[in-house]
């Protein structure tokens, strides 16, 4: 199994995640971050230390999230590795809990 980043990252990116990750499995683009499933290891710490509430197990993803799969599997082999907390993005609090930010997505 592993654990996957959804939609509700896009244009937040609070970062919180990757500091209690302890196999540095996050990786970083430009508005977004994902989790490589071949590096989880399902430990579930980063799950309640993201303020977005955007981190599921897999198997528990909330409906209309399932594409969040291949997108995390896809975009980890293209993106580096973050292993320390950064500032948010810039309009991050008011980005949160927007519907549809998959649009705004960037690759
Ligand atoms: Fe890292 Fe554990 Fe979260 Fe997987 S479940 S991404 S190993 S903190
Ligand atoms: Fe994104 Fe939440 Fe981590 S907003 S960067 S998954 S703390």
Redesign the pocket.
């Known amino acids: 199994m592993t654990f996957v980043?959804t939609e509700?990252?896009i244009k937040?990116?609070?970062?919180?995640?990757?500091d209690v990750c302890p196999v540095d499995c996050?990786h970083e683009g430009p508005n977004?971050?994902v989790i490589d499933p071949d590096e989880c290891i399902d430990c579930t710490l980063?799950e309640p230390?993201?303020?977005?509430n955007?981190?599921y197990a897999e198997d528990e993803l909330p409906e209309g999230q399932e594409q969040f799969i291949e997108i995390n599997a896809e975009l980890a082999e293209k993106w580096p590795v973050i292993d320390t907390v950064k500032d948010p993005l810039p309009d991050a609090d008011e980005w949160v809990d927007k519907p549809n930010k998959i649009d705004s997505l960037e690759k």
Not at 12 to 18: F, I, N, Q
Not at 49 to 52: M, Q
């Open positions: 980043v509700n990252c937040c990116k609070y970062t919180d995640c990757v996050f977004f971050l980063c230390e993201c303020p977005a955007a981190i």
